[in-house]
T-cell receptor, first 116, second 113 residues
Framework: DAGVIQSPRHEVTEMGQEVTLRCKPI?????LFWYRQTMMRGLELLIY????????DSGMPEDRFSAKMPNASFSTLKIQPSEPRDSAVYFC??????????????FGDGTRLSIL | DQQVKQNSPSLSVQEGRISILNCDYT??????FLWYKKYPAEGPTFLIS?????DKNEDGRFTVFLNKSAKHLSLHIVPSQPGDSAVYFC????????????FGKGTHLIIQP
């Protein structure tokens, strides 16, 4: 079975440029999560969706960050304009249901983003 | 303010012995706890979980213990194998799917031959 698929695996760009990260969740999963991992703060939740609807975006750091889920099989995380402090590994995860239903989240391999 | 803490950044254990990884939390609303394993350049892989209504859950070589009064959980791996060398993350969630996971900073487990 295909797991969560993220693209690109690596992205290097100059500050001020727009960055778009992509995620395909596991088929049938109705929850999708975006996380960011940095040395200082570890793994942090940015936003999550249920049935393509954003439920909690309180972890999104600034208005420069936006996320969409146009359908059940695709989500994007966009940073515009990008800044060097956005450099991190961004993970996407999906699950069959909320944690109260004892369904674990399954993670993609992440996108390593470097903003120069 | 860290709600999930893993106070040991690294742990070295001999092959065949027991590995014990510890995790403390402060949020009493957490009621579902998970352990993830992570290799370099890969995403976290789900290992084992426990609901707050239990105090122990076992899956093969892996056992998770939960002490709610102490707000502490631990992961036991026995016997430890070389392939267990990885970073282990403790994570927690509030019930009802109200939010995502809150992670600890991880413990790097090294299994010595």
């Amino acid at each position: 079975d295909a797991g969560v698929i993220q693209s690109p695996r690596h992205e290097v760009t100059e500050m001020g440029q727009e960055v778009t990260l992509r995620c395909k969740p596991i088929s049938g999963h109705d929850y999708l999560f975006w996380y960011r991992q940095t040395m200082m703060r570890g793994l942090e939740l940015l936003i999550y969706f249920n049935n393509n609807v954003p439920i909690d975006d309180s972890g999104m750091p600034e208005d420069r960050f936006s996320a969409k889920m146009p359908n059940a099989s695709f989500s994007t995380l966009k940073i515009q304009p990008s800044e060097p402090r956005d450099s991190a590994v961004y993970f996407c995860a999906s699950s069959l249901g909320p944690q109260g239903s004892n369904q674990p989240q399954h993670f993609g391999d992440g996108t390593r983003l470097s903003i120069l | 303010d860290q709600q999930v803490k893993q106070n040991s950044p690294s742990l070295s254990v001999q092959e065949g012995r027991i590995s014990i990884l510890n995790c403390d939390y402060t949020n009493s609303m957490f009621d579902y706890f998970l352990w993830y394993k992570k290799y370099p350049a890969e995403g976290p892989t789900f290992l084992i979980s426990i609901s707050s209504i239990k105090d122990k859950n076992e899956d093969g070589r892996f056992t998770v213990f939960l002490n709610k009064s102490a707000k502490h959980l631990s992961l036991h791996i026995v016997p430890s194998q070389p392939g267990d060398s990885a970073v282990y993350f403790c994570a927690a969630s509030e019930g009802g799917g109200a939010d995502g996971l809150t992670f600890g900073k991880g413990t790097h487990l090294i299994i010595q031959p």
